[in-house]
């Protein structure tokens, strides 16, 4: 299955984040970091995804979306929680809107620490994903079931 | 008339790293309305100042937004000095001025890139970017942050800049500031750019100050409005006028922002010269009772932060009103009776930042 390691594709989705981390993974992507070169793009179209990377914590809003993003991703399929409020909610895990981090909503295989999370963090966190898209891959291709759509249900 | 179409654009969108969401009701390939909702990154952090302390909140503020993080932590801090009556020696001023300045690049720099990136000028995109580093390489030396530095609290500066740090820096900046020229130069010159931009999202002077305009949006249309004019830090001292353009359109916000990039190159510059050697911070005891209210020029417009403190540890009530908030009215203003191929230049020319605006 070595075609992930030539070409992951990201999608990235501020769920509630104050910028610090989005701008950081979007510096991932341009020159002194450039992943491009490796062939990670940061497309707009989830069909197209193989990595998600949530950055901020996740309020009631964006709960939805991020569902909606994340059932529209085909299998296999990793999520990234780049920052502290993805992780936990941060800072702002006492205020009234914020639910929680990534993780009271969707499975997250791979937490990047930071705030704001540094670039080259990032990478690494994408560099750990993909080993567990291989790996989910090489069980797909076994037989396994493809895990069911994650509800919407709290 | 044609029939009328839906088309939402947003939450998630290639051309928007943030969330917000417009719909977009067209007539052809002609949009004829643009109703915004917004949302999706509020957050509720006016109300954590009832549960972190005033010292705490400084840090809290300053994640309002990552782009312009330094302007809100200096923002609040402004505002709960002027009520605890505090002195902040002269340095600290200077400090907060340079660094202010130099976050003013970054986010003008970053901003650049991004509207490259919205009318498809890949190139520009990433050539913006890596001048961007650059300049977070020496924000990163001098605060030790990229984008959240932590350098300002209530009272002064928590860190200085010492003097062969602070020649490096200059020598650093002026031979950024010449690389600059060559992407500027681009966005102020090429035909393609000039092609999307000129003549596209114009808004007549009056119309913007009857919006609420604020900011570089504001000064595109001919209206000199700087809050750095006002006075506050140690802004008097230093010689500058607002950057004004006429024509309104997207080129003239381009052209206004190219230009304060290199007003805050000379910022700095005029602040190294007069900074003189001395403490950068006060020592704070007590807790604000009292109320204010701040106004700074962040590199999106005017900002106002109100405080209102009740003696004890907590404030009673915090109050952010971000220029992204104020552009919001001009920008709806602008998307009518427009090609939707032009949609995300215009979305993208009132530099939108909405963790600012939803907080």
């Known amino acids: 299955m070595s075609f992930f390691k030539k070409s992951p594709w990201l999608l990235h989705y501020d769920a509630s984040s104050c910028n610090g981390c989005d701008i950081e993974v979007l510096a991932c992507l341009t020159p002194v970091y450039d992943v491009e070169r490796f062939g990670i793009v940061n497309t707009g179209n989830p069909k197209h995804a193989d990595i998600l990377v949530i950055t901020g914590s996740v309020n009631e809003p964006t709960r939805e979306v991020i569902l909606n993003l994340y059932n529209q991703m085909p299998h296999p399929k990793v999520v990234v929680a780049v920052g502290v409020c993805a992780a936990t909610g941060g800072i702002f895990r006492d205020t009234y809107n914020v639910l929680g981090g990534v993780d009271t909503v969707l499975p997250v295989d791979v937490y990047v620490p930071g705030c704001a999370a540094r670039p080259e963090a990032i990478i690494d966190g994408v560099v750990k994903a993909l080993g567990i898209l291989e790996t989910k891959a090489a069980a797909l291709k076994a037989g396994a079931a493809e895990p069911a759509a994650v509800e919407g249900s709290k | ?359």
């Open chain 2, 1 to 359: 008339m044609g029939a009328r179409t839906i088309i939402p654009f947003g939450p998630q969108h290639p051309v928007l790293p943030e969330p917000i969401h417009l719909d977009l009701v067209l007539e052809d390939e002609k949009v004829v309305e643009a109703i915004p909702s917004i949302g999706f990154i509020h957050r509720g952090l006016e109300r954590l100042a009832e549960k972190k302390d005033i010292h705490e909140m400084a840090y809290v503020s300053e994640r309002i937004c990552g782009i312009c993080s330094f302007t809100h932590g200096m923002g609040y801090c402004t505002a709960i000095e002027a009520v605890m009556k505090i002195d902040v020696p002269e340095r600290g001023h200077y400090l907060r001025m340079i660094w202010s300045e130099m976050s003013r690049i970054h986010s003008h720099l970053l901003w650049a890139g991004l509207l490259a990136d919205g009318f498809g000028f890949e190139n520009l995109f990433m050539q913006s970017w890596r001048l961007r580093e650059r300049i977070l390489d020496l924000i990163e030396e001098t605060t030790g942050g990229r984008v959240i530095f932590g350098s300002c609290k209530i009272g002064g500066s928590r860190r200085d800049i010492a003097d062969d740090v602070m020649a490096r820096l200059l020598k650093e900046l002026a031979s950024l500031e010449k690389d600059c020229h060559a992407i500027t130069d681009t966005f102020m010159e090429d035909s393609t750019v000039a092609k999307r931009t000129r003549g596209v999202g114009v808004i007549a002077p009056d119309d913007a100050i009857a919006l609420g305009a604020v900011g570089p949006m504001l000064r595109a249309s001919g209206v000199a409005s700087d809050s750095r004019s006002l006075g506050y830090a140690l802004y008097p001292e230093l010689s500058f006028a607002p950057i004004v353009e006429k024509d309104g359109d997207c080129w003239a916000r381009t052209a206004v922002r190219v230009r304060e990039i290199y007003q805050s190159f000379d910022l700095i510059r005029q602040c190294a010269a007069k900074m003189k050697p001395g403490p950068v911070d006060v020592k704070v005891s007590g807790n604000p009772s009292g109320e204010y209210w701040a106004r700074l020029e962040q590199p999106r417009g005017e900002v106002i932060y109100y405080v209102k403190g009740n003696g004890t540890k907590n404030l009673e009530r915090y109050r952010v009103r971000t220029p992204t908030f104020a552009n919001v009215p001009p920008l709806v203003h602008m998307l009518k009776n427009i090609d939707l191929a032009d949609v995300p230049v215009i979305v993208l020319t009132i530099d939108p930042c909405i963790s600012c605006t939803e907080r």
